[in-house]
């Protein structure tokens, strides 16, 4: 049986990132199932969960205090796929991922011996836009993220997407340091954002005193 694999979640300052593994015959995927990042989130939802009646599904969650370690993205990115290979495949299960790696076969063989199951897994680039099974990953992926941000969003408020680019998300960040001194749980304290955020608190209070 074939897999697809893809992960969403990367890049953002806050929350978990998620990989999504999506086993089963692609001629029976849902129409319409793309590159999560081309629908709208209602459609994505309604195909997450076609998706999920259909097929094998594995997810598999990147915590901020794994993401803030001593291992690299790239590091992660294989344990991500890997966990959700382990998760959604089966023994004797061949797989695309959508590479997480400058080298496809790199990041293939990283996956492939990373995953406790017994499975041939391929790797490339852009594989969400052209291969109907990893875009159904990248559909489940991406509505995992999504869920966590809304649940992040109920415990501190608007936190917007999470990503470093939205004013949302930096003025939530802001706010938060300045109230209690300190970043929230959610944030990923290793990124550049986070200590932007710091240091410009600690200058104003500077500034003040």
């Not at 999506?22 to 309604?46: I, M, Y």
């Not at 969960?49 to 598999?60: I, L, M, P, S, Y």
């Not at 594989?127 to 099974?133: G, K």
Request: proline content about 4%; glycine content about 8%; some cysteine.
């Amino acid at each position: 049986m074939r897999f697809g694999v893809d992960e969403a979640g990367k890049g953002p300052v806050l929350g978990s990132m998620f990989a999504a593994c999506v086993r089963g015959d692609p001629e029976t995927l849902p129409e319409g199932v793309a590159d999560s990042k081309r629908l709208a989130p209602a459609r994505r939802e309604e195909l997450d969960a076609v998706v999920r009646e259909r097929f094998d599904v594995g997810v598999a969650e990147i915590p901020v205090t794994r993401i803030d370690g001593d291992e690299d993205m790239n590091t992660l990115t294989v344990a991500a796929h890997a966990a959700a290979v382990d998760a959604g495949a089966a023994d004797g299960d061949a797989g695309l991922c959508d590479a997480g790696d400058v080298s496809e076969a790199r990041f293939a063989r990283r996956v492939a011996a990373a995953c406790e199951r017994d499975v041939t897994v391929e790797a490339r680039h852009r594989a969400d836009e052209d291969d109907p099974l990893v875009g159904a990953a990248s559909v489940v992926a991406k509505v995992a993220r999504d869920a966590h941000v809304a649940a992040l969003a109920a415990e501190y408020g608007d936190v917007g997407s999470g990503y470093p680019s939205d004013p949302t998300t930096r003025d939530f960040l802001r706010e938060y340091v300045r109230e209690h001194g300190t970043l929230p749980e959610c944030a990923r304290a290793s990124w550049a954002t986070s200590a932007d955020v710091l240091a410009a608190a600690e200058q104003s209070g500077l500034d003040e005193f």
